[in-house]
């Protein structure tokens, strides 16, 4: 069994800083991409942030430059330190993870997500 837990968000003020984490355990063979998804709302689930397995890594444009997603290849985890945060970032933010579990297959794993709120 696989398992993605985040940890990390809360409440902060616009400008500020906070950071997410996520971390994959269980019967793991591999992990390929890894990714952070939002959900505002009443929006759509968008991709905010992805790192491949060689650390290429793509950006939603409006959070370029202010958030930085990394991985840790030997504790499977993936983390997206937040800077700038503004009341627009606030979302339900979910962990994404492409993994070959012992099954033999590989298929997508979603973490149970975690709440950013920017406000005054």
């Known amino acids: 069994q696989v398992q993605l837990v985040e940890s990390g968000g809360g409440l902060m003020q616009p400008g500020g800083s906070l950071g997410l984490s996520c971390a994959a355990s269980?019967?793991?063979?591999?992990?390929?991409?890894m990714a952070w998804y939002r959900r505002a709302p009443g929006g759509r689930r968008e991709l905010v942030a992805r790192?491949?397995?060689?650390?290429?890594?793509t950006y939603l444009d409006s959070v370029k430059v202010r958030f930085t997603v990394t991985r840790n290849h030997a504790a499977k985890t993936v983390s997206l330190p937040t800077n700038s945060l503004k009341p627009e970032d606030t979302a339900t933010y979910s962990c994404?993870?492409?993994?070959?579990?012992?099954?033999?297959?590989?298929?997508?794993?979603w973490g149970q997500g975690a709440q950013v709120t920017v406000a005054s």
């Open positions: 994404n993870a492409n993994i070959r579990a012992t099954t033999g297959t590989w298929r997508d794993y």
């Open positions: 269980g019967d793991i063979i591999a992990v390929n991409d």
């Open positions: 790192i491949t397995h060689a650390g290429s890594t």
